[in-house]
């Protein structure tokens, strides 16, 4: 019966993402605005910039670090990106999740399609923001390593599902709680400050680096930029994808469970 | 005519008022968010200032005046516009702006008091806070020639919010699905929270001229130090009042251009 599931999601998913693609490329214009929003890394670059600029490096981060380290930030943000939860509230407050659950296929899969679409539209505009990375910052501010650039693809890949499977996570509270929003608005400020969204990690006090080592924010942005910029030796590395692992398998564990037992006791508007 | 747009607007400020009552626990759910926003906007400047002394010849009280004007104001972004916002992108795609623009009132008065969230003033009672912590850091505090300008200032910058949402919410007109218009608008806001100064070259001229974030947070913090020259209020006040004009221009077009979802 679960395998029969699963071989299901497969076949479906293909379908799913063209779909996808097609609705990314349908909205345009909205798709822009989307990009739009995501320019915090450029204004911490320019804010940074200028404190290395102001008082000399900080940190181990010169002006150019800073830049490197902002502008992968930019990338990897767009390529993790994930709104599940607003989709998923919305969905259930309205009643148009009876729809998803009566579809042979598990509302995660199809979200996790949804959100997945939309990459290559996302590679398109920011691969020319990577690449003017690469030329700006030197070939010194990317790692040389084959093994690190495959790791950083890995963890990249890891940021997107912890991503989701977090966002799914808050975004099934829907069913349970009223103000689950309010949980993503809390997700974020926490994510902001403790991920090197704001500031690389590396600048926070010393006693602290254990603690955000440990927490599931670096795994979803500060571990992939890192590894992309050179930070990081293949030991490191290997320790925070392990640490990134763990929080996948338990964050999608959990969204799972929340969303299973929300759509049991879950009964839509006149049904 | 003002007294009856004067009782309009205490009819629906009632309404807000008696729809927020019902929601009681949004006071402490928005309380304790506001607070843990303010730790979270403060972070990164706790972060720089515990390595330098002065950043773009702003000290660490200084920067968190403009934090406090930033949080001010991001109350009433939240509590006053964004509301509206959501509404009528909402009004557009179902096309029941229709029933807004039969109302024998103005169509931009109606909508844009058509939804408040009062308990976000609880950002504002915040931004206070970190304002009074911050002259107490200093050991001084502001004149009341300076307290009256800053005042003058917000005026301006309130205005000046209101016209960057009316600009956003007329392009929704041309392009429907813009349900996200209100997190744009919010992450362009974020930038408002650093003094302008601290930026240089082309993001300086965008933040002073393009997206005017210099006269939201810079200006009304020099303002209350005393150290923003007479001629540069006026500037950002005139400039404000034609930008109000334009921004009023542009929704006056974009309602002509607005044809009803079903016709």
């Known amino acids: ?271 | 005519m003002a007294r009856r747009y004067l009782r309009l607007l205490g009819a629906q400020l009632r309404i807000a008022g008696l729809v927020s009552l019902q929601y009681r626990a949004d006071f402490f759910t928005d309380g304790l968010l506001s607070l843990f926003w303010l730790g979270v906007n403060v972070a990164p400047l706790a972060v720089v200032y515990g390595r330098r002394e002065t950043l773009a010849g702003w000290s660490f009280p200084e920067a968190l005046i403009v934090i406090g004007w930033f949080t001010w104001l991001k109350g009433i972004l939240d509590g006053a516009v964004n509301p509206c916002l959501t509404a009528i992108v909402e009004h557009i795609r179902k096309g029941t702006l229709d029933f807004v623009l039969l109302k024998p009132a103005d169509a931009q008065f109606l909508v844009s008091t058509a939804k408040f969230a009062p308990w976000r003033g609880v950002d504002s009672v915040g931004g206070l806070l970190l304002l009074a912590f911050a002259f107490v850091r200093l050991q001084r505090w502001p004149t009341p020639g300076a307290v009256l300008a800053a005042l003058l200032l917000l005026c301006t910058a309130v205005a000046l919010l209101y016209s960057l949402w009316l600009i956003a919410i007329s392009v929704a007109f041309w392009v429907v699905r813009l349900d996200n218009l209100a997190f744009l608008f919010g992450s362009v806001f974020d930038a408002a929270r650093w003094p302008v100064s601290v930026f240089r070259g082309a993001w300086r001229f965008l933040f002073t001229f393009v997206i005017p974030l210099a006269i939201l947070t810079t200006y009304p913090s020099l303002a209350l130090l005393g150290r923003l020259d007479a001629r540069t209020g006026l500037f950002a006040v005139l400039g404000t009042l034609a930008f109000f004009v334009l921004a009023r221009q542009i929704w006056r077009r974009a309602i002509l251009h607005y044809s009803s979802a079903s016709s």
Do not use: K
């Open chain 1, 1 to 271: 019966m679960r395998g029969a599931g699963v071989a299901r999601a497969l076949r479906a998913f293909p379908s799913l993402l063209r779909v996808g693609v097609a609705e990314a490329v349908a909205y345009r214009a909205e798709f822009v605005v989307w990009l739009l929003t995501t320019t915090m890394p450029l204004i911490m670059l320019a804010l940074w910039g200028e404190v290395a600029r102001e008082g000399g490096p900080l940190g181990g981060f010169s002006g150019a670090d800073f830049t490197a380290y902002f502008l992968a930030a930019f990338v990897v943000r767009q390529l993790t990106g994930v709104w599940v939860a607003w989709d998923m509230n919305r969905e259930i407050r309205e009643g148009l999740i009876s729809m998803r659950l009566l579809r042979p296929i598990h509302p995660l899969v199809a979200y996790a399609a949804e959100n997945l679409a939309v990459l290559p539209m996302r590679l398109l505009l920011s691969l020319p923001v990577a690449l003017a990375a690469l030329f700006i910052a030197g070939r010194d501010h990317v790692t040389h390593d084959p093994a690190l650039l495959g790791l950083f693809c890995l963890s990249t890949a890891g940021a997107w599902l912890l991503g989701f499977g977090l966002m799914a996570t808050i975004g099934a509270l829907a069913f349970f709680i009223e103000s689950s929003l309010a949980v993503a608005d809390l997700w974020f400020g926490l994510f902001f400050v403790c991920s090197g969204y704001f500031v690389p990690l590396s600048l926070f006090p010393a006693w602290l680096r254990p603690t955000l080592d440990l927490l599931p924010f670096r795994a979803m942005l500060g571990l992939p930029v890192e590894l992309l910029i050179g930070r990081l030796g293949r030991a490191e590395a290997l320790h925070g994808l392990a640490i990134e692992l763990f929080w996948i398998l338990a964050c999608w564990a959990l969204a799972l469970f929340v969303f299973g037992a929300g759509a049991r006791r879950y009964s839509a508007y006149g049904a």
